[in-house]
């Protein structure tokens, strides 16, 4: 039985533990036909602030030993696992991937809670030796983690539950409040979170307003988090021109910035090529290619060229393209207008420059609005548009080089670094592309898509700065003390 889109749920603001309205309202429409979905409040500036302000006073105000920690984040884990076909449904509605991905991203949030939970309960120091250094006694000293205070958390739209856990668990791990800002287009998975979230503070006995939620315009919102001196930290995922706003306004504050990519796969001629190509398909078109890691070029040696652009092709055709509720769909709808007309433009501008279209290439009309087809595109250069750009859709551009040398080389010619692939059964081969490629992670025999969620994950170059993943942004969210004590004075 296929499903319909969720309807009719109006989101307010979370602020000091209370559930208020904003300065107006904004609808949430589903992207593959338009209905609604719900509303969101509009917080005005004053309303941001007030949220810093009370997540500041309950991080002030916060005694939770790392055990109440760790049980917040896995009572918040176990309502959400609970809940998670009803929030798969609102996560499909609001942002337009298929059912099965949905439920595939709520499932990886509720581990990410866990994983953020478990923990919460490692936050270990170190003994430090004085003596190591000639001319010091054997002092005892050690190293202790403490929270910063108020982290906010900044996400997009193409993993909008998923992403905004990655921020909030390691940030309330490491014993900080937040405010957490979900992307206008794909709020209402973030605010059931909150819901989830309040229910759990109150459970263990956390200070009010501990988490807070504000939606709305991102300049409003955006600006007041940059100007307030509460706000300690600040974890962005989106695109690499706000990350640069933010990296420049943003003073003395933690940032952790993940931004675009232009993601590499070079498939070599010493591997399956058809396992690859299958591998390659996937990772361009998962979430109609919405994904910051997704892979933006392929990389061929010119004498397989036919073999891999067929095998592509092949494994582009057996996907289905469709409602998101269909479960039958592998490619649905882009999230928004500007998101699709963006892909149409650069597909349209790679064809003009003398690509040529091997498959797919149709889009809108009958396929439903938004709606692009997988497309595979053979004779790309890297000056054409769907080689230099980040596509943010399901294309599948292919790159000719005459050697190796040359496709590492092409690897690199981006201004981009957030994650690379290889397929190859050559050793030396994957080294070099490990040590050589210029990318926050390196991918020997699978794409460049690959993400687990306790990995860490972060770019180099204008992908951003700093890491996701549980451990490294824990990390990222705490200051380190030394403590040393040294021989007393007798009386």
Known sequence: MQLEPTSGYEGAL????????????????????????????????????????????????????????????????????????????LLTSEQGKPL?????????????????AEEA?????????????????????????????????ITPFNFPINLMVHKVGPALAAGNA?????????????LKLFEFLEEACREVGAPTGLVNVVTGSGSTTGDAILEHDAVEAISFTGSTAVGKYLANNSGMKELTLELGGNDPTIIWDDTDIEEAA???????????????????????????EGDVVEALVAAAEELTVGDPFDPETNVASMVDDDQFETVVDIFERTVEAGATVECGGNYGGDLGPRTFEPTVLSGVTPEMPAAKEEVFGPLVPVITVPDF?????????????LEAGIFTQDIDRGRRAANEIDAGGVNVNTVSGFRADHMPYGGFKDSGVGKEGIKYAVEHFSRQKLVGFHDGFNA
């Open 14 to 89: 979370l602020i000091d533990g209370a559930w208020v309205e904003g300065e107006g309202r904004q609808d949430v429409v589903h992207p593959y036909d338009g209905s609604r979905v719900g509303s969101i409040a509009l917080a005005g500036r004053e309303q941001v602030v007030e949220a810093i302000e009370a997540a500041e006073r309950a991080q002030e105000a916060a005694d939770l030993s790392a055990y109440e920690r760790y049980e917040l984040l896995s009572k918040t884990a176990d309502r959400l696992e609970a809940e998670l076909e009803s929030v798969a449904r």
């Open 100 to 116: 099965s991905e949905s439920k595939g991203e709520v499932d990886r949030a509720v581990q990410t809670l866990r994983l953020s």
């Open 121 to 153: 309960k490692r936050q270990f120091g170190e003994y430090v030796p004085m003596d190591a250094q000639r001319g010091f006694s054997r002092d005892h000293c050690f190293t202790q983690h403490e929270p910063l205070g108020v982290v906010a958390a």
């Open 178 to 190: 937040v405010v957490g800002k979900p992307a206008s287009n794909t709020p209402l998975v973030s």
């Open 278 to 304: 299958a591998q390659v398909v996937g990772g361009a078109c998962s979430n109609a290619g919405q994904v910051c890691n997704s892979v933006e070029r392929v990389i061929v040696p010119e004498h397989i």
């Open 405 to 417: 040398d040359a496709a590492i080389e092409e690897a690199n010619n981006t201004n981009y670094g």
